[in-house]
């Protein structure tokens, strides 16, 4: 598990806490607006796998070479899974 810096890791676990503990949509979106400028901090601190778990999947799903694939990342999100992928040249 990452090491606590500054504070960093508990804090973003308990911003983690928190945005489940909301229930009302408004709220939610309210809460995501504030949190957006901590937020690849966040993930960075608890080790967020998802992205790299995702472009995994997606290279064993892809029928050829990846450089040979178009692939469009249109999820909501700050660029972590494109980041992850693989690197393209045009």
């Known amino acids: 598990m990452a090491q606590e810096e500054g504070g960093s890791l508990s804090?973003?676990?308990?911003?983690?806490?928190?945005?489940?503990?909301?229930?009302?949509?408004?709220?939610?979106?309210?809460?995501?607006?504030?949190?957006?400028?901590?937020?690849?901090?966040?993930?960075?601190?608890?080790?967020?796998?998802?992205?790299?778990?995702?472009?995994?999947?997606?290279?064993?799903?892809?029928p050829g070479p990846p450089h040979a694939a178009l692939i469009l990342d249109v999820a909501c999100g700050t660029g972590l899974v494109a980041a992850e992928g693989p690197s393209t040249q045009c």
């Open 11 to 62: 804090e973003a676990r308990a911003r983690v806490g928190a945005l489940h503990g909301i229930t009302d949509l408004a709220q939610k979106l309210l809460f995501y607006d504030r949190w957006a400028l901590d937020y690849d901090q966040d993930v960075a601190a608890l080790q967020y796998r998802a992205p790299r778990l995702a472009v995994d999947c997606l290279m064993q799903a892809l």
